[in-house]
């Protein structure tokens, strides 16, 4: 294996945090994901995928804001299979 340096970077708390949570799951620490993404960075020649500002409409973008609103709304009741939420559509 190549020697290996420190490197220091700044980065947002929360995303830090979900991405340690992301990277675990896959079986990686941060500094395996950091890896794996620059010999991605080098073996492709540019970044490992598309760096673009989304255009979405006011439509999509009210809708995704709903989506949040009521996925973090505990009132509201969540359905683990399709027979309880056809009996919940129906009633």
Do not use: W
Not at 34 to 56: D, K, S, T, W
């Amino acid at each position: 294996m190549a020697a290996t340096v420190p490197t220091q970077i700044r980065i947002d708390r929360d995303i830090k945090g979900q991405a340690a949570e992301l990277f675990s799951h896959l079986g990686l620490d941060m500094s395996g994901a950091i890896n794996m993404f620059l010999h991605q960075c080098v073996l492709r020649g540019g970044l490992p995928f598309a760096v673009e500002m989304p255009h979405y409409s006011k439509q999509t973008l009210d809708a995704m804001a709903e989506a949040r609103r009521v996925s973090r709304d505990p009132k509201i009741p969540g359905y683990d299979n399709m027979d309880d939420l056809k009996k919940a559509l129906e009633a």
